[in-house]
């Protein structure tokens, strides 16, 4: 093989490294820190927690926020910990602002590496193909910002899922940090929110209830702006018109 048809290869392995080097710690994240990143492991050490917090206050939130984009840049299991854990540690105001800078930054992160590393070559394949992909394509471009907000404030979306869609489909970056931000800042603020009430959950002995987005108070707000993120999309397909929120 020549050294002109090496360079490429190399170059090419050299910007699909930080995205490989996620997969993998994902992966072997998924199987080794499950049982660390638990409600179980936050309940036993909540006491030093509180402790260190009170003694360091700015560098318990500065550590946070470091710990929660490492957790959320590699995909490691125990997002919903770590914002339960915001809201125990610093309340729902702070705790929610931590914790939404903390997943946006984590997130525009692993966007960033699957762009440089496969985003470019994945959208031009799009870009370039025929029929339903092409459609497909086409119909989200013209919609960019609603489909974004889409994928935040469905509770369904996986968030790994959120974070690489948009790197593949050539989503720019500003688009994607500020939808990101605003998008998961509904949720955030629920589980945020819960975090802070349970040091009363500790003192009952229980468990803290993870599916209080789908009740009823919560989901039809949330099903209300998931709407309103759907309306420049239907008044697009009723009107004809293509530069709204475009």
Not at 7 to 34: D, H
Not at 155 to 164: E, H, K, T
């Amino acid at each position: 093989m020549s050294q002109d048809q090496t360079e490429p290869q190399t170059s090419a392995l050299l910007r699909r490294l930080p995205l490989i080097a996620i997969l993998l710690v994902a992966a072997v994240g998924a199987f080794t820190l499950r049982d660390y990143l638990s409600f179980d492991t936050l309940r036993d050490n909540r006491a030093a927690l509180l402790a260190f917090r009170d003694d360091h206050y700015v560098l318990t939130a500065l550590g946070f926020v470091a710990a929660y984009v490492v957790v959320v840049a590699f995909s490691l299991p125990g997002a919903t910990i770590a914002t339960l854990t915001g809201g125990f540690l610093f309340g729902t105001v702070l705790g929610a602002a931590f914790n939404i800078t903390a997943a946006t930054i984590g997130a525009t992160l692993i966007f960033l590496a699957a762009r440089h590393g496969l985003g470019a070559q994945l959208g031009a394949k799009l870009e370039n193909s025929k029929g339903v992909v092409k459609r497909i394509k086409d119909g989200i471009d013209a919609n960019q910002w609603s489909m974004l907000f889409l994928i935040r404030l469905v509770p369904a979306v996986p968030f790994f899922v959120a974070n690489l869609v948009p790197a593949f489909m050539q989503v720019p970056l500003y688009r994607f940090v500020v939808s990101t931000f605003f998008g998961i800042m509904p949720g955030a603020v629920v589980y945020t929110s819960v975090g802070a009430g349970l040091g009363k959950v500790f003192a009952r002995g229980e468990t803290p209830d993870l599916g209080i987005i789908f009740a009823p108070h919560i989901l039809f707000p949330l099903l209300g702006l998931v709407a309103l993120a759907l309306l420049p999309i239907l008044y697009k397909a009723v009107t004809g018109k293509k530069d709204i929120l475009k």
